[in-house]
């Protein structure tokens, strides 16, 4: 079952979740849905969305897992075989899945008794596979499709916290007045950055660098 509660912060929207549902933490899985940071002027509010384990939780509204992880066609299957073949060739054991799908995007997990190495230092390691991975796709005759790897459910751990990171440094910007400059990201990460403080007006973001991993400068706009 599926249902949403709110708190003042992620620790109270959960806590009120384990009470009400009479479950232990570890008996449901939490999605952030909203997170508000709060101000002197306005209370913070965070929405979250509890997965109870009888239902697998689904990565926000923008994809549906699907039931049957097996490929349904040849360019899964072909795929599925690489990603394996590529990780195996690393000395690491894995298991290989369909994970979503989308139009003109499959996702694949992966499961291994060595997920935190394939995933790497912020998903470094992931990221490179995940290259790999597309330029087999593409020589396969499928350049417009994206093949995104996950394992342990990184990608959705890492948008959350993208998401949070965001809101903060967004209210730290507007009470210091100073531009922060954030680690190095990858375009999707960036992209999660930008699109989170987008809507907020006296607030402006900009990415800074060269190459595939740039830092997001967050800077005020606002009266001074």
């Known amino acids: 079952m599926v249902y949403e509660f709110e708190g003042r912060s992620e620790k109270e929207a959960i806590d009120a979740a384990a009470e009400e549902l ?9 999605e952030i849905v909203e997170s508000q940071v709060g101000s002197i002027f306005k209370k913070g509010k965070v929405r979250i969305r509890v997965h109870t384990r009888d239902e ?7 994809r549906e897992f699907i039931g049957n992880p097996l490929p349904s ?5 072909k795929v599925l075989e690489f990603t394996k073949k590529m990780i ?3 000395g690491y054991t894995c ?3 369909v994970l979503f799908r989308e139009e003109k995007k499959v996702g694949i997990r992966i499961d291994s008794e060595h997920a935190s190495i394939i995933i790497g230092k912020k998903g470094k390691n992931l990221d490179a596979l995940q290259v ?3 330029v087999f796709a593409g020589r396969l005759g499928r350049e417009d499709t ?3 790897l996950d394992s342990e459910n990184y990608r959705i751990r890492r948008e959350e916290a993208l998401v949070r990171l965001a809101y903060e440094t967004g209210e730290q910007v507007r009470r210091t007045r100073q531009s922060v400059l954030l680690e190095p990201m990858n375009p999707f990460e960036r992209r999660i950055i930008h699109t989170t403080l987008n809507d907020i007006v006296d607030i402006e973001t900009k990415s800074e660098g060269e190459g595939l991993y740039k830092q997001v400068r967050v800077t005020f706009r606002g009266k001074i």
């Open 22 to 30: 009479g479950l232990e933490r570890d008996g449901f899985d939490v």
């Open 56 to 62: 697998a939780p689904a990565a926000g509204a923008r």
């Open 73 to 77: 066609d040849e360019f899964e299957t």
């Open 88 to 90: 195996e060739g690393m």
């Open 95 to 97: 298991e290989v899945a």
């Open 132 to 134: 790999l991975v597309n």
């Open 146 to 148: 994206r093949v995104i």
